[in-house]
Structures are given as structure tokens and as C-alpha cells.
């Protein structure tokens, strides 16, 4: 993002750019000098003060002030001594525009009315006859000073229009960083989800052929082992489409067409079928059909999570209990076995992580630890109306 330099005093080239500025200020002092009220022409001296005027000229963002009183310690004596007056206009207005865009207004009330009354105590000591002449330059002064001040506000409020452009520019960024880390967030849970259950399913069945293979290779129970490769195959099959589904949705989410088809409180039978085949006592209490996609997603997902952990480390003799039932307006759901729990010393995975996560996405919460009477549990709340993003 572009920086924009909104302080003149320190704008690229200001000393070079005020420096052309003075040289031309300078020349246009000359020409008038020569060419207008020749009666008033300037001699030695007033040619030394009216082009020493103009050489602060060159400083006059950095220090605005001080080039102004600079000015009319060299102009007062200039006009004093009666040369042109019209020659060192220019620089005096430039010099008081300068103090009037780039100070405050009280500063550049004080500073015109200075400049009024050295002027007026200037020309009051040539002649007392000169409200004319008066008038003009107190007009210059004072429109001066509106032109400065206008600028000044208008500076201002190009600046305020800018910064809020830029805030809100880094705000869209930032919202789409974040939008970014959760959409990669929201793939790995789904992918964590769906390869975990189906890969720990694959090794259990894996186990049981192996275990039939080589417990009597005489006696060989072909029949067991038919049906444990079967087994493998269709979890093979289900793992294939729900991959194939998956894909889709992010396809779906990319090209702006929404999440797709999510499995939810439909699919949760299949996940009880596919856990029974991998040898575990399942045992189903599935007493809700309806539920906001989102919610019935984050709760497919989740008991899918805990069938795979149970399965993986319960053992095949554990008997697990799924109810999944609605009340007082939310969905609450819990996976339970009497198993072994995980050891404490192997190392910790992303699942109960990745559940509490689709917990929170839909705005409920869920615990998960081991029973006081052995075994784990695993229960979740997901609030029917939902505040969170969803969950796919």
C-alpha cells in the first residue's frame, strides 16, 4: 500500500521546489520594480532588502513563522524608505499564505493582524495620507489569510478521506487473512475427520484378517477372512465418496455456490453401520431427525470423531453407546464406551481439538475425558439456532 505524505513540510523536493519558488518570486520583484511606479524605482539598498526578502523564501515550510518576521524585518525598512510597494507583494503573500495553511487558525489570526499592524505603523510614519493604499493591502491580508485557512481545511479533509480509505483497506485485508486461516482450518477438520475415521476402520479390519491368517494357517477361516477384506472394501467405497463430496464443497465454496451437500443427522446410521463392521458393540439412541444444516454437520462430524477414537483405542470388546436426542431448544449429543482410555503417554492428536471446534462453530460447547466407572465419554450442546459461521 502506498504511503501518502500528507505534511508539507516534509513533501519530496519541498526545499528544491521553495527554492524555484523564491527564484521566480524574485524575478516577478524585479520586473515590477522596474517596470511599475518607476518614480518609486529602488537604489542600492532597497535592491539589497527587497532580494534578500525573498531568499528566506526557501525555508518557508520548514519554518513558517520565522520567514514571515524574517520578511518584515526586511520589508518594513524597504517600504519605509518609500521604493516600489508593489514589488515585494508576491513574496509578502506567499510568506503569510504559508503561516496560514500550515498553522492553526489562532496563530494565523495573530500573525495577519501583525502583519496589518506593522504595515499600517509603516505607512502611518511616511504619510498619514494613505488609507487607499491601506485598504488595498489590508484586503490582500485578510483574503490571504481566508485562502490560507481554506486550504488548511481542505488539506484536512483530502487527509481524514485517506486515512479512512487505507483503515479500511487494512480492515478487508486483515478480514480476508482471517476468512483464509479458517477456510484452511475448515478443510483440515474435514480432512482430519473423514481419513481418520476411514483409515482407523481399514486397520482394525486389517487386524482381524491378519489375525485370522496367522492364528492357524491349517484351519484357515476363509469364510472370516472374505468377509474382513469385503469390510475393507466398503469402507474404502464410503471413504471414496464422502472425499469425492468433500471436494465438491470446496469446489462449491470457490467458485461461490455455497457449501453443497454436508452430511448430518442423516448419515449418522452409516457411521454406526461402518463402526460395527470394524468389530465394535455399538449401540444407537438416535432420537432427532431435524436440525440446521450447520448443526447437523458439526454433529455428524463430531460423533464421527468419537466412534473413530473409540474404535481405535477402546478395543474391539468395548461396548459404545451413541445418543443423539434434542431438548430445551438444542442438540445434544454423547459417545460413550467402557474401554480403555489412551494412553496419556502417546502423543496427542487434533481430534478432540478439531470437536471442540465444531462445537464452538455453531455456538455450543462440548466436553470430552474419561469416566469415573472407565471408558471415555465424549458430549456435546449444539444450540438449533445457531450464531456461529457453521461447520462443514
Same mark, same amino acid.
Given at each position: ?13 519541498? &526545499? ?9 518570486? /524574485?524575478?516577478?520583484?524585479? /520586473? ?24 528566506? #523564501? +526557501? ?16 520589508? *518594513? ?7 516600489? !510597494? ?19 487558525? #489562532? ?9 496589518? %499592524?506593522?504595515? &499600517? ?7 498619514? !495620507? ?16 481566508? /485562502? ?43 480432512? !482430519? ?10 486397520? +482394525? ?6 489375525? *485370522? ?10 469364510? &472370516? ?10 469402507? /474404502? ?20 455456490? @455455497?457449501?453443497?451437500? #454436508?452430511?448430518?443427522?442423516? %448419515? ?64 445434544? #449429543? ?10 496419556? @503417554? ?27 466407572? @472407565? ?14 459461521? %457453521? &461447520?462443514?
Amino acid at each position: 500500500m502506498a504511503v501518502v505524505n500528507r505534511d508539507p513540510r516534509t513533501a519530496p523536493h519541498g &526545499t528544491r521546489n521553495d527554492a524555484i519558488l523564491a527564484a521566480v518570486l /524574485c524575478a516577478a520583484a524585479v /520586473c515590477l520594480a522596474l517596470f511599475t511606479d518607476q518614480s518609486r524605482r529602488p537604489d542600492a539598498l532597497g535592491w539589497t532588502l527587497l532580494l534578500a526578502a525573498h531568499v528566506p #523564501l +526557501v525555508w518557508r515550510r520548514r519554518r513558517p513563522l520565522l520567514v514571515l518576521v524574517t520578511g518584515l524585518v526586511l520589508l *518594513v525598512p524597504y517600504h519605509a524608505l518609500q521604493n516600489n !510597494h508593489f514589488a515585494a507583494t508576491p513574496a509578502t503573500i506567499v510568506a503569510l499564505y504559508t503561516v496560514a495553511v500550515t498553522g492553526r487558525p #489562532l496563530r494565523t489570526i495573530l500573525a495577519g493582524a501583525v502583519v496589518l %499592524g506593522v504595515s &499600517t505603523g509603516a505607512m502611518l510614519t511616511v504619510s498619514t !495620507h494613505m488609507a487607499v493604499e491601506l485598504l488595498r493591502i489590508s484586503g490582500w491580508v485578510i483574503a490571504t489569510l481566508f /485562502c490560507g485557512v481554506d486550504v488548511r481545511y481542505y488539506r484536512h479533509y483530502v487527509a481524514a478521506i485517506v486515512e479512512r480509505a487505507e483503515r479500511a483497506e487494512r480492515t478487508r485485508e486483515e478480514e480476508a487473512r482471517r476468512r483464509v486461516a479458517e477456510e484452511r482450518l475448515r478443510i483440515a477438520r474435514d480432512l !482430519h475427520d473423514l481419513l481418520a475415521h476411514s483409515i482407523t476402520l481399514i486397520g +482394525v479390519q486389517t487386524s482381524v484378517a491378519a489375525h *485370522v491368517l496367522g492364528a492357524d494357517p491349517e484351519r484357515l477361516d476363509r469364510e &472370516t477372512v472374505a468377509k474382513a477384506l469385503d469390510d475393507i472394501a466398503e469402507t /474404502c467405497r464410503t471413504a471414496r465418496g464422502e472425499l469425492r463430496t468433500t471436494l465438491e464443497v470446496l469446489r462449491a465454496c470457490e467458485n461461490g455456490d @455455497g457449501r453443497g451437500p #454436508l452430511p448430518g443427522l442423516d %448419515g449418522l446410521p452409516d457411521l454406526v453401520r461402518t463402526a460395527r463392521l470394524a468389530g465394535a458393540r455399538v449401540e444407537p439412541s438416535l432420537r432427532a431427525r431435524q436440525a440446521p444444516p450447520a448443526v447437523g454437520a458439526a454433529a455428524y462430524r463430531i460423533v464421527q470423531e468419537a466412534l473413530t477414537n473409540a474404535v481405535r483405542h477402546a478395543g474391539p470388546e468395548a461396548a459404545v453407546r451413541v445418543e443423539v436426542y434434542e431438548t430445551d431448544g438444542a442438540l445434544r #449429543l454423547s459417545v460413550t464406551d467402557d474401554g480403555a482410555c489412551p494412553d496419556p @503417554g502417546t502423543a496427542p492428536g487434533f481430534g478432540v481439538a478439531g470437536m471442540r471446534e465444531r462445537a464452538r462453530s455453531v455456538g455450543g460447547t462440548l466436553d470430552a475425558g474419561p469416566r469415573r466407572e @472407565g471408558g471415555f465419554a465424549v458430549t456435546a450442546v449444539l444450540p438449533l439456532t445457531t450464531t456461529g459461521e %457453521g &461447520t462443514g
